[in-house]
Each structure stands twice: as structure tokens, then as C-alpha cells.
């Protein structure tokens, strides 16, 4: 059989693994960051007919410029965005890649913070960008001093600033952000894939886009919106950013299918974000609850939460995975990560933890 490395492959991606979150289908699927609500019927049903006129012109390309999707978008962001601001991809990944397309590439650098997002690296490594991994302060937090003494030190072409950080959930203050692009030269990139998760009250990092012309801030509908499987990500800069995207997307990169499924849902955000607050509540349950069991949840502003004091992480994954619960193991030492469910599934990954913790004390 024909391996891999039997293949005239490019050097650099010798050896590589590839992005792999197990895909497992059990009952409780807590290991993904998704948001496991359902999407509501009324909005499926007017997704549905937005689809059935978008396969009817389906024989045409689609907007290559998706100006109404665009348009959509900066309406939901607000903070005085326009069109001009927004771009959109299928996923944030593909904007992640595309912005390490035409800023980062062969001899430049992308600095971001470990333990970080781990598509980062591999996106890197596919852009033929390297990767530089700064490191953090206690609990994975990220001071404004640490974060710039490593652009000041290593002078990177990008920097990605993960917000709040996957997969410790941990939050990034704006003044980390200011610190960083003021020391940058290159772009700065603030992955909020996250953002609707923030408490009450706290500002994106789209409130820091004036006056910056480097500073792109990326979004998705993966979480929050529970849109994942739809993949529309997006990000909102200066235009001239998304000039420098034009030059490196592929043409009708949107299918018409993809632009009519994220309008449906946009038409309907309200809808689609009702149950953030439930989630975020069962978040904090998961900390409160794991605290409670002896392990120790890290400070969190996102759906999910990593956890410490793990003997084994392995056998805690597997003795789960057999009740038909799946969470994640990221390979930081002594902990997992879990993604808040439904308030059933939540307390099923709860009971579960106690009742390990009183077979193995
Ligand atoms: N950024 C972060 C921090 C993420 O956790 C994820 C998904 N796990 C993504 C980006 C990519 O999400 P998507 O491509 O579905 O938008």
C-alpha cells in the first residue's frame, strides 16, 4: 500500500499529522465547541425556501462578491461597519487561511500564543508560513507586557490573538490587543470565534478597528449561531484588507447555497442566538460543578471549559466515551476540555464526572 511519505510531498508537510477531533456519533457530543440546540423550525423553514430559489438559479455562479451577505453581516455586527468592511468565507478557517495567503506565506511568520487554536499551526504549515508559538502567563492568561515583548522580540508578519482562548476559554483584554498592534508591524488578527459568549457588557475587539488599518477581527456562525455545518465564517477590517483577500480567494468561493443559508439565519439572529444565555448559564455550571468534584476549571468566556487536576486524562475520556458522552482531550497535561450542552446533556457530563470520581477517589 502507497504511504504518505511514498509521495513526492513538499518537505514541509512531511511528518505532519492533520487536524483531528475524533468524529465520534454518541448520545452527548460535548467535544466540539458546537452549540447543540437545534435550529428553531420557522427558521429552518424560511432557510429552506431561500435554498429552493438558490437551486433554482443554481445553473449561474454565484455573487462572487456576496455584497447582500456582506451587507447582512455588517448589519449584525453594527459599530458603524459597512459592507466594504466585511468579508466571508466558509468558515473562519478559510478566512484564517486566507489571510496567512496573502499576509503570511514563504519566509514570513505567524506568532500566536500556546496553548492555543490548533488549526493555527497547520494553517501555517498549508501557507508555508512558520510558526512562532509565544507562551503565556499563569492560568493561560495573556498580559499586555508578555504579548508584546514577543512581537517586539520576534517582529512576526502576523499575529493571531485568539479571543477568548481555544481551548482554555480564557479571556484577552482589549488592552492586550492595543499593546500588540502598537508593537506590530504586521497585521494583527483577533480570532472572536467566540464572542457571543462574552459576559453581559464586554467589548469585542471591533470597537479597536477605527483608526486601525491593520487590525482584522474574525467571527464565525459555527458557535453561537449553531450554524456549523453550514461553514460561514467571516472577519471585519479595513477595506483594503479585504482588497488583499480578492487577490488570493478562489472565484465564487460562497456557493449560492451557503450565501442563501447564512441570510436565512441572519434574518433571523435573534432567533438563532436565544439560547446564548442558556448556554453560558450551563457553562458556569459545568465550572461550579467541576470545582465542586476537586478538579479545577480555568477562568472561561466562551461555550466550553478546560479543566485541571486530572490524573488520567485518557482513562476519564474513555470510561465517558462508554456511557456515550465525548469531550475533548487536547494533550495539555492533567486536563480535558468540554464543550456546555443542552441542561440534560450538561448534567449527564456532570453525573458522569461524580460517579467517576467515586470509583477511582
Ligand atoms: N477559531 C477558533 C478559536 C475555533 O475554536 C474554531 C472552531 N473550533 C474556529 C476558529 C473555526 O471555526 P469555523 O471554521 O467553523 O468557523
Known amino acids: 500500500m502507497t504511504s504518505l511519505s511514498d509521495l513526492p510531498i513538499r518537505d514541509d508537510l512531511r511528518g505532519r499529522e492533520p487536524y483531528g477531533a475524533p468524529q465520534k456519533h454518541v448520545r452527548v457530543e ?15 423553514a424560511d432557510v429552506l425556501g431561500r435554498l429552493a430559489k438558490a437551486i433554482a438559479g443554481a445553473n449561474r455562479y454565484p455573487d462572487r462578491e456576496f455584497v447582500e ?21 466558509n468558515g473562519s478557517n478559510e478566512i484564517l487561511q486566507q489571510l ?24 501555517a504549515s498549508g501557507t508555508g508560513t512558520a510558526w512562532v508559538a509565544g507562551d503565556r502567563d499563569a492560568d493561560y492568561e495573556l498580559s499586555a507586557g508578555r504579548a508584546a515583548e514577543w512581537v517586539r522580540r520576534t517582529q512576526p508578519d502576523v499575529v493571531i490573538l485568539c ?6 476559554g480564557t479571556p484577552l483584554s482589549l488592552d492586550v490587543i492595543e499593546a500588540v498592534y502598537a508593537e506590530a508591524q504586521g497585521v494583527v488578527v483577533v480570532d472572536e470565534a467566540y464572542a457571543e459568549f462574552f459576559p453581559a457588557g464586554q467589548p469585542s475587539a471591533l470597537t479597536l478597528l477605527p483608526g486601525r488599518e491593520r487590525l482584522v477581527i474574525s467571527r464565525t456562525m459555527s458557535k453561537a449561531f449553531a450554524y456549523a455545518g453550514v461553514r460561514l465564517g467571516y ?67 466562551s461555550n466550553f471549559v478546560l479543566f485541571d487536576g486530572v490524573a488520567d486524562p485518557r482513562e476519564v475520556f474513555d470510561e465517558l466515551l462508554a456511557e456515550g458522552i465525548i469531550i475533548r482531550e487536547m494533550g495539555i497535561p492533567n486536563s480535558l476540555r468540554v464543550s456546555a450542552g443542552t441542561e440534560a446533556e450538561t448534567g449527564e457530563f456532570l453525573d458522569a464526572m461524580a460517579r467517576y470520581v467515586e470509583r477511582h477517589g
Do not use: C
Not at 435550529?39 to 429552518?44: E, H, S
Not at 503570511?104 to 494553517?123: D, Q
Not at 488570493?248 to 444565555?277: C, F, I, K, N
Open 30 to 44: 460535548l467535544n466540539v465547541n458546537e452549540n447543540t440546540h437545534p435550529i428553531p423550525d420557522d427558521v429552518q
Open 100 to 123: 496567512l495567503q496573502a499576509f503570511g506565506g514563504p519566509g514570513r511568520t505567524v506568532l500566536g500564543f500556546a496553548p492555543t487554536y490548533s488549526m493555527y499551526p497547520l494553517l
Open 163 to 168: 479571543s477568548p482562548n481555544n481551548p482554555t
Open 235 to 301: 472577519l471585519a477590517a479595513d477595506p483594503a484588507i479585504t482588497d488583499a483577500l480578492r487577490l488570493v480567494r478562489l472565484p465564487y468561493h460562497l456557493s449560492a447555497l451557503t450565501q442563501a443559508a447564512a441570510l436565512g439565519a441572519l434574518a433571523h439572529s435573534r432567533e438563532m442566538l436565544a439560547m446564548v444565555d442558556e448556554i453560558k448559564v450551563q457553562r458556569d455550571r459545568i465550572v461550579d460543578g467541576l470545582n465542586a468534584l476537586g478538579f479545577r476549571a480555568y477562568r472561561t468566556w
Open 69 to 89: 451577505l456582506r451587507e447582512a453581516l455588517a448589519g449584525y455586527l453594527g459599530h458603524g461597519l459597512s459592507r466594504d468592511n466585511l468579508w466571508a468565507a
